[in-house]
């Protein structure tokens, strides 16, 4: 029986390669297709134009970014510098109260004036950071601030060593 197929198919190929089925297996076909709405999504042409809309839309909300103002930035500057300000001078006020625990009559003249040095320098700086803020006059703020700090370690261990001489020398 297989043999008879088979024979049937090969003498008359040329019948079944020629023909196309009609146009109600076609529709019958199309009717048990899923989703006849996807054919939109499926789109090229949709897609398309869905990445340019993004593609402008994304162009608009970069360019029209509050940001890229210079008074922005320069409010985001003097805010971001007063946050910095704060933290830093309250870990100087801190490292100052110790040093006046630490200290009875001993005064450091260098200290001092390295101290004083650092006071006016800060100054010319907060009235650059005022009329002019830049990212270089923060960070030169900060930096001032930071060497305070290092300065203020110094003296307090400066400080300890001197207390504690005495007590070596005692032994």
Do not use: C
């Amino acid at each position: 029986m297989n043999d008879q197929l088979k024979d049937f198919v090969n003498r008359h190929r040329d019948d079944f390669d020629s023909r196309t089925p009609g146009d109600r297996v076609w529709q019958a076909v199309k009717q048990q297709l899923p989703g006849k709405s996807l054919l939109l999504w499926n789109s090229v042409t949709v897609w398309r134009a869905a990445a340019l809309l993004l593609a402008g839309l994304s162009t608009y909300l970069y360019v029209s970014q509050p940001a890229g103002s210079p008074q922005f930035a320069k409010a985001s500057l003097q805010t971001e510098f007063r946050d910095l300000e704060s933290f830093y001078t309250n870990e100087i006020n801190e490292k100052v109260a110790l040093i006046d625990n630490l200290t009875d009559d001993w005064d450091d003249e260098t200290f001092t004036q390295d101290i004083q040095k650092l006071d006016a320098m800060y100054q010319v700086l907060l009235d650059e950071m005022k009329s002019r803020p830049t990212e270089k006059v923060r960070d030169a703020l900060v930096l001032n601030l930071l060497v305070r700090i290092d300065l203020l370690n110094q003296q307090i261990q400066k400080l300890e060593k001197r207390k504690e001489e005495p007590k070596s020398q005692a032994s």
